[in-house]
T-cell receptor
Framework: GDSVTQMEGPVTLSEEAFLTINCTYTATGYPSLFWYVQYPGEGLQLLLKATKADDKGSNKGFEATYRKETTSFHLEKGSVQVSDSAVYFCALRINTGFQKLVFGTGTRLLVSP | GAVVSQHPSRVICKSGTSVKIECRSLDFQATTMFWYRQFPKQSLMLMATSNEGSKATYEQGVEKDKFLINHASLTLSTLTVTSAHPEDSSFYIC???????????FGNGTRLTVT
């Protein structure tokens, strides 16, 4: 079945460090790929997305490239801030039927000053 | 921007009682709503999909008689956990969208604890 695997956390970084959170997927068909972020006490928010192979999603300094050959959608940011501390979820959406989202387990990022 | 309000944020109930969780779209028509359940350190597991005015479609392994979903209007869906047991303790999250091309908006979740 369709699934998303992302690295376990927590990921602990110092401010201004480089961030990578790995995400790989298994899907039939051609999914759209997403990163969602959940700040403490809040709901999930869409961070970025890519709808086809080689697309790059970007937002707030975060980037992820849809790599069909490696079935990956790794999240990167060149210089993290304390305010980036949150839980990050990778997800895929099969673009048929109800177009349900399938989520990874989430990776907690902790950024210290 | 679009907001989905989920209530309550936390609820503690005794085993055997029922609990209702509400999910409201505040500034858009939620044609489709999704209900997720999240266990600690695990991903969000889709429980069911509901379209306004129709019966919910449950994922495999989810008991529809235990997790009653009602989507009677374009702005409100409810999830009722019937005869709750401690193993039902979890974090429940709703999400909603207008149409298939619209982004998905999430509620803040409900932490259910069954004692």
């Amino acid at each position: 079945g369709d699934s998303v695997t992302q690295m376990e956390g927590p990921v602990t970084l110092s401010e201004e460090a480089f961030l990578t959170i790995n995400c790989t997927y298994t899907a039939t068909g051609y999914p759209s790929l997403f990163w969602y972020v959940q700040y403490p006490g809040e709901g999930l928010q869409l961070l970025l997305k890519a709808t086809k192979a080689d697309d790059k999603g970007s937002n707030k300094g975060f980037e992820a490239t849809y790599r069909k050959e490696t079935t990956s959608f790794h999240l990167e940011k060149g210089s993290v801030q304390v305010s980036d501390s949150a839980v990050y979820f990778c997800a895929l959406r099969i673009n048929t039927g109800f177009q349900k989202l399938v989520f990874g387990t989430g990776t907690r990022l902790l950024v210290s000053p | 921007g679009a907001v989905v309000s989920q209530h309550p944020s936390r609820v503690i109930c005794k085993s055997g009682t029922s609990v209702k969780i509400e999910c409201r779209s505040l500034d858009f028509q939620a044609t489709t709503m999704f209900w997720y359940r999240q266990f600690p350190k695990q991903s969000l597991m889709l429980m069911a999909t509901s379209n306004e005015g129709s019966k919910a479609t449950y994922e495999q392994g989810v008991e529809k008689d235990k997790f009653l979903i009602n989507h009677a209007s374009l702005t409100l869906s409810t999830l009722t956990v019937t005869s709750a047991h401690p193993e039902d303790s979890s974090f429940y999250i709703c999400s909603a969208r207008d149409d298939s091309n619209s982004p998905l908006h999430f509620g803040n979740g409900t932490r259910l604890t069954v004692t």
